[in-house]
């Protein structure tokens, strides 16, 4: 059984920063994708950034320059360092990642976080 377990929200001033960690346990045979989706009161969730295996990042408009995705392949773990952080990056936080879980089936499996609060308020 694989788990993902979200670290690191909290509250902030606005223009402060936090960094977001999310760890894989379990038996994790590959990792090939890992991401952070948001979901603010009232609001769909959305994509904020995620990362494959080869390492390409992708991010969404809203953050572009400010929040950064990396990962420590070793310890299975994906980061979200977000700056400059706003009102309106108010929300939870989830990791999400697609995970071959190894025997007995290989098989490519989406998992997700329970989330993290992220309140971004003076």
């Known amino acids: 059984q694989v788990h993902l377990v979200e670290s690191g929200g909290g509250l902030v001033q606005p223009g402060g920063s936090l960094r977001l960690s999310c760890a894989a346990s379990?038996?994790?045979?590959?990792?090939?994708?890992m991401g952070w989706y948001r979901q603010a009161p009232g609001k769909e969730r959305e994509k904020v950034a995620g990362i494959i295996s080869g390492g390409s990042t992708n991010y969404a408009d809203s953050v572009k320059g400010r929040f950064t995705i990396f990962r420590d392949t070793a310890r299975n773990t994906v980061y979200l360092e977000m700056n400059s952080l706003k009102p309106e990056d108010t929300a939870v936080y989830y990791c999400?990642?697609?995970?071959?879980?190894?025997?007995?089936?290989?098989?490519?499996?989406?998992?997700w976080g329970k989330g993290t609060l992220v309140t971004v308020s003076s």
């Open positions: 999400n990642a697609w995970i071959v879980p190894g025997p007995p089936a290989y098989v490519n499996t989406e998992y």
């Open positions: 379990g038996t994790v045979f590959s990792i090939n994708a």
